[in-house]
């Protein structure tokens, strides 16, 4: 599944990321690269939830508006929501 990511350069550095078709998938990382790998997993693990809990899967939102105030930089992104290897 492909969600769109809005990931927020934080002042003090690091990017703060949600999921707007997830309400309340938020997650952080220090660099871009590891932002983007926890939001990856923390839809993942919201998206495991909505199925173990029997709700439906909601569809991507791609236009969504970013709120800049107090942001110096965001970056929206198309994530590929990968299932979870089985456990062996």
Known sequence: MTYT????R???GGYSVSVPALPGCHTQGDTLAEALLMAEDAARLY???LKEDGKL????KPDVSVDMRGASEALVYRLTVREAA???
């Open 5 to 8: 990511a809005v990931l927020i």
């Open 57 to 60: 899967v909601p569809p991507d």
């Open 10 to 12: 934080e002042e003090d």
């Open 86 to 88: 089985p456990v062996a």
């Open 47 to 49: 998206l495991e939830v």
